[in-house]
């Protein structure tokens, strides 16, 4: 069964510093991975996704991930933080197929962004 | 094109009564799933529609239900209510044929 482990529940930066998410996969055939953002009261936003091209996949202000198949991770980062980064993220996976419909989340990590 | 959509965007309902979330995907989208996210449990899959048929299901009661019509438009039924359904109840949109889902703004369903 696939599933997608998010570390760190909550991660705190200052404003300009590397921004580093974590997400690690398990998946007995080869994955579609994506990030997603969320704003409050608002709904998930496509950030990146990978789809078995490009190991690193570049997205949507600023951010980029990359598939390292060796250590299931699809890592999200972004060389400077700003203070409108703010908000919760969520990795996912989808099986290979990529038609089934079904995205498999995990627990989300809450970015904070300090002055 | 128009992103997705989902009505209402609030409901306040009562333990035991029904209620019915709308969602309309995007333009050329086959494909609507929908998700359950509670504070508790994260983000979970309900159930996934494609050309009118439920193509997934996730592990949930038969008290959740869905359907699609031929515009691709899809409904959420969610009957005999319970405290714990209270949740915001997302509605994603893909062509179908590829991974990529697209998420409207959600349902904010409270039962009291």
Known sequence: AQSVTQLGSHVSVSEGALVLLRCNYSSSVPPYLFWYVQYPNQGLQLLLKYTSAATLVKGINGFEAEFKKSETSFHLTKPSAHMSDAAEYFCAVSDSSGNTGKLIFGQGTTLQVKP | ?112
């Open chain 2, 1 to 112: 094109k128009a992103g997705v959509t989902q009505t209402p965007r609030y409901l306040i309902k009562t333990r035991g009564q029904q209620v019915t979330l709308s969602c309309s995907p995007i333009s050329g989208h086959r494909s609507v799933s929908w998700y359950q996210q509670t504070p508790g449990q994260g983000l979970q899959f309900l159930f996934e529609y494609f050309s009118e048929t439920q193509r997934n299901k996730g592990n949930f009661p038969g008290r959740f239900s869905g359907r699609q019509f031929s515009n691709s438009r899809s409904e959420m039924n969610v009957s005999t209510l319970e405290l714990g359904d209270s949740a915001l109840y997302l509605c994603a949109s893909s062509t179908g044929t590829g991974p990529e889902q697209y998420f409207g703004p959600g349902t904010r369903l409270t039962v009291t």
